[in-house]
Structures are given as structure tokens and as C-alpha cells.
């Protein structure tokens, strides 16, 4: 079995794969501060849950954009498992050819996500996802990592405007969403929920015009993927394991599994 870990600046994303079938995942909170040790401890009791012995882990990768905790996986990994993770970068993104002016910058979550998308679909590609930030990258039929954009991410922004305005409070985002907002709650939800799905679209419709086809097909994933999608005109497909697909790509693609 393959233990696939995405570490974001807000969650991480610990999944396990029998061959190329997903056997269950999880989502944690991301936290900068553990050892090792206390990670380790929490994935052997969720694999436990699940009723997956320890035993039958034999590969591990790890994409992450936490530097502090590349280096507390990669621990987890040969401490525990008995396995040198596969780490996702430039090098070992398969079947990209990275356009960034200095490839190592490109976040290792974006990369996955654009394997996988290739593996997926056909042709030119859009990819959004909602974390932390949310980033927009494109990638041509041929495999072009071209780049793309990045935004403050849901969460991120609406935290900022409660701190800043002394008025407003949190408000639940995955209620009803109304065009216009009769109250404070209804008007944030809207704003918040229309503005980020009004964002991608225009988002989307740049890079379809500047860079890839009129037809490029939108791939969602993230947290908030459902969500905006449900109120975005150019999101055709959401993905919420896209970054766990890429993973296990990417690590049979550089350990010959």
C-alpha cells in the first residue's frame, strides 16, 4: 500500500492507496509545531481505524509547503514505515515540463494537482483549488506547466475582513446563497461565496483568451471546491482528491511500482 501526505499551511491531506484504488483518506489541521513522533502516532491510529496494519505500507510520498514539516515527514516515514518518501518537486513531477522561470518555486501541491489533471482529462487545463490561497494554473495539451495566479483563499480573506471590520462576525458559507443579501449574514455569505465564484470565472476566462484554447476544461479541488462551483459558470469538474491522485502518480512514476 502506498501513504500519500499533503502538507498545506492550513490542513493536511493523509491518504492511502491499494495500487490505484483509494482505501481511505483523511483531513487533519496542519500542525507547524508537532514532532514526529505525535504525527506518526495520529496515522497509525487512523490506519488502525481502518484496519490497515502498519506492515502494509511500503511506499510513501509527500508533497508539502510547510518547509518546517518536509523534513518531520520525511522522519514519520523511515522512522515508522521503514521508507524514504518520494518528495514532490520539478524533478519528479512526471510528464510536466515546468514553464516557471525558476521551476522550484512552483508549490508541490500545484504540481500534483497538474498531474493528475493530465491523467484525468484531455487537452488544454484550468486547475483551481481552494485552500489557504486559492491558485489558477494552466497547462497545455503537450504537458506545459505554464504558471498561473495566486489569490487569498476563502477562508483566508473572510477571516481578514471579521479582524478588520468590527461589525461583522463569521457566518457559515455553505448556507443559502441569494444574489442579494437582506440581511448581514446573507449579504457576507453572498459577497464572500458570488465574489470568489465571479473571481474564478473572470480568472478563467483570461487564461482561456492569453494562454491556452477557448474550450480548456476547469478542474476544481479544495475545501471550498463544492461551494463555488455550485455558483460558477466555468468550473465543469471538481476533483476533491485530485492532489492524492497526483501524489500516487508521481510516486509510481519515480519509484518503479
Not at 515527514?73 to 524533478?91: K, M, T
Not at 504537458?143 to 480573506?157: D, K, V
Not at 464572500?192 to 479541488?221: C, H, Q
Request: with cysteine.
Amino acid at each position: 500500500m502506498l501513504l500519500a501526505c499533503d502538507i498545506g499551511n492550513s490542513n493536511l491531506v493523509v491518504g492511502v492507496f491499494d495500487g490505484a484504488d483509494p482505501a481511505a483518506s483523511w483531513r487533519l489541521p496542519t500542525e507547524p509545531r508537532w514532532t514526529a513522533d505525535q504525527y506518526a502516532a495520529t496515522v497509525l491510529a487512523l490506519l488502525d481505524s481502518e484496519g490497515i496494519p502498519a506492515d502494509d505500507v511500503t511506499g510513501a510520498v509527500v508533497s508539502s509547503v510547510v518547509p518546517p514539516l518536509s523534513g518531520v515527514w520525511h522522519d514519520v516515514c523511515l522512522r515508522y514505515f521503514g521508507i524514504a518518501p518520494v518528495v514532490v518537486s520539478a524533478e519528479t513531477a512526471a510528464g510536466l515540463s515546468i514553464g516557471y522561470a525558476k521551476p522550484e518555486q512552483v508549490g508541490a501541491d500545484r504540481l500534483a494537482n497538474a498531474v493528475a489533471a493530465r491523467e484525468l482529462y484531455d487537452g488544454d487545463l484550468v486547475i483551481v483549488d481552494f485552500g489557504t490561497a486559492v491558485t489558477v494554473c494552466a497547462v497545455t495539451a503537450d504537458g506545459q506547466y505554464l504558471g498561473g495566479m495566486i489569490c487569498p483563499g476563502i477562508g483566508t480573506a473572510a477571516d481578514a475582513l471579521y479582524e478588520r471590520a468590527a461589525m461583522l462576525h463569521p457566518v457559515r458559507l455553505d448556507g443559502p446563497v441569494s444574489t442579494i443579501g437582506r440581511d448581514t449574514a446573507e449579504s457576507l455569505r453572498s459577497g464572500i461565496v458570488l465574489g470568489y465564484a465571479a473571481m474564478v470565472d473572470g480568472l478563467v476566462g483570461r487564461i482561456r483568451r492569453d494562454a491556452l484554447s477557448p474550450e480548456a476544461t476547469v478542474i476544481a479541488s479544495g475545501g471550498w471546491a463544492e461551494l463555488v462551483a455550485d455558483h460558477s459558470d466555468t468550473i465543469q469538474y471538481v476533483e476533491p482528491d485530485l492532489t492524492l491522485i497526483g501524489l500516487r502518480i508521481i510516486y509510481e512514476a519515480n519509484s518503479g511500482d
